[in-house]
């Protein structure tokens, strides 16, 4: 069965910080995925990554960088933390089977990271 | 560019009712489709998906959708639904012609009550 695994549960922070999430997959995924949740506005894709090293952003990548150094890691970075990133924030992978299928395979989600920003 | 619309906020239903969660979509090319499922403080759940082939797609725990081109829907449903359904329910699409990343609907609220 396919486990990501996000570092925690629960963080809180202050305005200002510098805040890493870590994402974690064991299941030799090619894809990786950043998304935050909010009431009222479902997912919202941040970045995501294809292979190590390569990263594309997504619809609402403004104030987030990412690192994927290794395949199985996917981190999130906030630079310099508002209260406006305080959210749910969710991890995602997938396999990739060839250029014919692209990204038809389901993703599988951590259980998430509820980050407040004070 | 592409979208997802799930135009209930919450559905409400008698345990042992016909359930249908609603979704349309808007792609370029052929639209690949998913339903996932989050229960309380976990992450989404993947349930069924639609890439080609029978519009009626079955899924994970009695989990049906029907695929409706003219109508671009993809409506979930199941035939008798139970309590422990009540969850939050997700539509996602990828067009042929984008990328890697889903879109995401809003997320429709299911309550069954006993």
């Known amino acids: 069965d396919v486990k990501v695994t996000q570092s925690s549960r629960y963080l809180v922070k202050r305005t200002g910080e510098k805040v890493f999430l870590e994402c974690v997959q064991d299941m030799d995924h090619e894809n990786m995925f950043w998304y935050r949740q909010d009431p009222g506005l479902g997912l919202r894709l941040i970045y995501f990554?294809?292979?190590?090293?390569?990263?594309e952003k997504g619809d609402i990548p403004e104030g987030y960088s990412v690192s994927r150094e290794k395949k199985e890691r996917f981190s999130l970075i906030l630079e310099s933390a508002s209260t406006n990133q305080t959210s749910m924030y969710l991890c995602a992978s997938s396999s990739y089977l060839g250029a014919a299928s692209r990204d038809n395979q389901p993703q599988h989600f951590g259980d998430g990271t509820r980050l407040s920003i004070l | 560019a592409q979208s997802v619309a799930q135009p209930e906020d919450q559905v409400n239903v008698a345990e042992g009712n016909p359930l249908t969660v609603k979704c349309t979509y808007s792609v370029s090319g052929n639209p690949y489709l998913f339903w996932y499922v989050q229960y309380p403080n976990r992450g989404l759940q993947f349930l069924l998906k639609?890439?080609?082939?029978?519009?009626l797609v079955k899924g994970s725990y009695g989990f049906e959708a029907e695929f409706n081109k003219s109508q671009t829907s993809f409506h979930l449903k199941k035939p008798s639904a139970l309590v422990s359904d009540s969850a939050l329910y997700f539509c996602a699409v990828r067009g042929s012609n984008s990328g890697y990343a889903l879109n995401f609907g809003k997320g429709t609220s299911l309550l069954v009550t006993p």
């Open positions: 990554s294809y292979d190590v090293k390569m990263k």
């Open positions: 639609y890439i080609t082939g029978d519009n």
